[in-house]
C-alpha cells in the first residue's frame, strides 16, 4: 500500500509539471500570428468614405466601441463619444467568460498604433502589445474579408476626432484566460465579393455584420449545431429584461420564409431617417441591442443582398420567445 502511494505520489507530480509546463507555455509562447504586416495605409477620400460606410453601417465597430443610450430603443450612440470605447461585455449580462471592454478607436488611443498593428489585431485578435483579444470583437468574422476593406476601415479611424475616456481593461477569468491565448491564428485576407451575384454578395455582407453570431444560440459559447441563424441568442438588459434574437432562418411559421424582399428591406428602412427620435423605453417594457438604425444606412442593394443570402440558409422551425421582463 505504501508503495501504492509512492507510485500515485509520483504520478501526480509529473502530470502537475506537465500541466504546469503547458500553461506556461500557452501563457508566455502564445498567441503566435507572427509580427504586425509593415504597411502604411494612403487616407484617399474614396478610402476613408468606404471605411465609413463598413464601420458605422455592416461591420457596426463604431456601435460596439461608442457609448450607448441603453434606457433608449435600440441602444442610440452618443455622438459626442464617437469611438470613445467603455462598453461593457461580460459575466453578468452576456454569460461571457469574463469581462470585456470596447477600446477607445480614436487617435487618443490608437495614435500611437502602426497600420499594421491595427490590422493585425482587427484580422487576427492580437492587439499592439501582443495580448489576445476574446472574439466578441469578431476578428474570426473581418479575418475573412478583402484586404482592401480592412485598410478602408483604417482609414477611417484615423480620420476620428480624439476623445478622451477611461477604459478599464478586459478580464478573462479561469480558464479562458488560459484558453484565449490560443484563439488568436494566423491569417490570409479574403477576397471581395462579386457584386453581380447577390447570394454571394450577401454571405459576404453577413459575415461582416456579424449576423450568425447573434442570431445562433449558443451553448457555453458556442454555436449549437443544426442552429445556425435561429434566433435565440440572449442579451441581458439594463433592467434586468432579456430580449433574445429572432429566427432569420427562412423557415415559413417561425423565421422569414413567408416575408419578400421588400418587406426585409423596409424593416430596416423604417429606421433609416438619422433624425429618427429613438424613445426611452420604460423598464420592463421591449427593448432590442439590434442597431437598426446603423444598419439602416446600408444600401438597398445590400439589404437585397443579404436577403438573398438569408434565403438560401437551411430553414429551421424555431420559435423564440422575445422578451422576458424582470421579475
Known amino acids: 500500500m505504501k508503495k501504492l502511494f509512492i507510485v500515485l505520489g509520483v504520478v501526480f507530480l509529473v502530470l502537475l509539471s506537465v500541466v504546469s509546463a503547458a500553461m506556461i507555455y500557452v501563457s508566455a509562447a502564445l498567441p503566435d500570428v507572427g509580427p504586425a504586416p509593415d504597411i502604411e495605409i494612403e487616407l484617399t477620400t474614396e478610402r476613408i468614405n468606404r471605411g465609413k460606410h463598413l464601420a ?68 487576427t485578435g492580437v492587439n499592439k502589445d501582443g495580448r489576445a483579444l476574446f472574439p466578441i470583437m469578431p476578428w474570426p468574422n473581418y479575418s475573412t474579408m478583402a484586404q482592401e476593406d480592412i485598410f478602408a476601415v483604417i482609414a477611417y479611424l484615423r480620420t476620428l476626432e480624439p476623445v478622451e475616456s477611461e477604459v478599464p481593461e478586459s478580464e478573462s477569468y479561469f480558464p479562458m484566460n488560459f484558453i484565449i491565448n490560443t484563439m488568436p491564428t494566423k491569417t490570409e485576407s479574403g477576397i471581395a465579393p462579386d457584386k453581380a451575384n447577390p447570394v454571394s454578395w450577401g454571405k459576404y455582407l ?113 420559435v423564440v420567445t422575445r422578451f422576458t421582463p424582470a421579475e
Not at 441602444?75 to 467603455?86: I, S, T, Y
Not at 426585409?264 to 428602412?269: I, Y
Request: proline residues 7%; hydrophobic residues 35%; contains cysteine.
Open 56 to 123: 458605422n453601417n455592416v461591420m457596426v465597430c463604431m456601435h460596439c466601441h461608442t457609448p450607448q443610450e441603453k434606457t433608449k430603443f435600440a441602444h442610440p450612440l452618443k455622438p459626442e463619444m464617437l469611438g470613445a470605447g467603455g462598453n461593457l461585455f461580460g459575466v453578468e449580462k452576456e454569460g461571457l467568460p469574463g469581462d470585456y471592454y470596447s477600446p477607445n478607436l480614436t487617435p487618443t488611443n490608437l495614435g500611437d498604433w502602426t497600420d499594421g498593428q491595427i490590422y493585425r489585431a482587427i484580422t
Open 206 to 318: 453577413v459575415q461582416a455584420a456579424s449576423c450568425m453570431d447573434c442570431h445562433t444560440p449558443k451553448e457555453r459559447g458556442v454555436n449549437i449545431p443544426g442552429m445556425d441563424l435561429a434566433g435565440g441568442f440572449e442579451f441581458g438588459l439594463e433592467d434586468g429584461s432579456i430580449v433574445r434574437t429572432a429566427n432569420i432562418t427562412p423557415e415559413l411559421t417561425t423565421g422569414i420564409g413567408s416575408w419578400t424582399e421588400d418587406m426585409f428591406v423596409s424593416r430596416f428602412k423604417a429606421y433609416e431617417d438619422t433624425t429618427f427620435e429613438f424613445q426611452e423605453i420604460p423598464a420592463g417594457e421591449f427593448n432590442t441591442v439590434m442597431p437598426w438604425n446603423d444598419y439602416a444606412q446600408m444600401s438597398e442593394e445590400e439589404l437585397k443582398a443579404i436577403f438573398a443570402f438569408l434565403k438560401t440558409a437551411a430553414p429551421v422551425e424555431h
